[in-house]
């Protein structure tokens, strides 16, 4: 079993910054891609950031220049540091990662946090 738990999330005010974590637990070979999405009232999950697992990044353009996502591959944690809030912002956000569960595993799972609630007041 594999259980992915992000926390960091809270409210904060517009221009001010959060640092969200991903921790992943269980069996765990090695971790590929992990990502974050959000997703706000009434619209569709989309992806804001991602990280493979030799660190090369990619954001989406309204995140770019102001988030910045890492990763501890030692710990199996992730990290989405969002600076210069803004109050479209505000969603769910989700941690994704593409895990290998043991040495033998020869494809690559998809596992899913809860959510954390990002409120950002203008």
């Known amino acids: 079993q594999v259980q992915l738990v992000e926390s960091g999330g809270g409210l904060v005010q517009a221009g001010g910054s959060l640092r969200l974590s991903c921790a992943a637990s269980?069996?765990?070979?090695?971790?590929?891609?992990m990502d974050w999405y959000r997703q706000a009232p009434g619209k569709r999950r989309e992806l804001v950031a991602a990280?493979?697992?030799?660190?090369?990044?990619n954001y989406a353009d309204s995140v770019k220049g102001r988030f910045t996502i890492s990763r501890d591959n030692a710990k199996n944690t992730g990290y989405l540091q969002m600076d210069g809030l803004k109050p479209e912002d505000t969603a769910v956000y989700y941690c994704?990662?593409?895990?290998?569960?043991?040495?033998?595993?020869?494809?690559?799972?998809?596992?899913w946090g809860q959510g954390t609630q990002v409120t950002v007041s203008s």
């Open positions: 994704n990662a593409e895990i290998k569960p043991t040495a033998g595993s020869v494809t690559s799972y998809s596992y």
């Open positions: 269980g069996s765990i070979f090695s971790i590929d891609a």
């Open positions: 990280i493979t697992s030799g660190g090369h990044t």
